[in-house]
């Protein structure tokens, strides 16, 4: 009954999982090329080699630290939610979002291997995959479903309705 009652909950935390998830991996890509673009790839190998010097503790405040000033900037888009000022804190915050999970993404890259040194960082990135792999297996029969609803595929009411609405946009365009 209990697991039940709470399976929205893990959906819905799922959901969450998944879209940062996705952020990461489609957003290392886009960091990739921009480090290929301007020279950062010259800052990456100077990282790599000063982090190769490093302790796996060390290696982690490298790994931490980058994140801390876009907290700064995550308040100000709370800051400009509490004034109403709607577009610009959704703005701020999505900015702040994005830029937060390709400099981790970007930040990780180099660290990762002295990271996961530290056995209890690769039980904990263990953990995560796991986690991620359980998230997918959970939203993916949603996604599936939202899917064929939308291309009209299945057969209840919402998969009828979405085909006569197709007819009538087809026949509309035809009439013109």
Known sequence: MLRR???????LLAIIFLIEAWLWDHLEPIVARVVAMIPLRAFKQWLADRVDSLSPAMTLIVFIVPVIPLFPLKLVGLWLLAHEHWFSAIGTIVFAKFLGVGVTAFIFDVTRPKLLEMP????????????????????????????????????????????????????????R
Do not use: H, M, N
Request: glycine share 4%.
């Open 120 to 175: 209890w960082f690769e039980a904990l990135y263990d953990f995560v995959l796991r986690i991620r792999a359980k998230a997918a297996a959970l939203v993916d029969p949603i996604k599936r479903r939202i899917l064929e609803i939308l291309r009209g595929d299945g057969t209840g009411w919402s998969a009828r309705t979405l085909r006569l609405i197709a007819r009538f946009r087809r026949s509309v365009q035809q009439a």
């Open 5 to 11: 009652l709470l399976q929205p909950f893990w959906v």
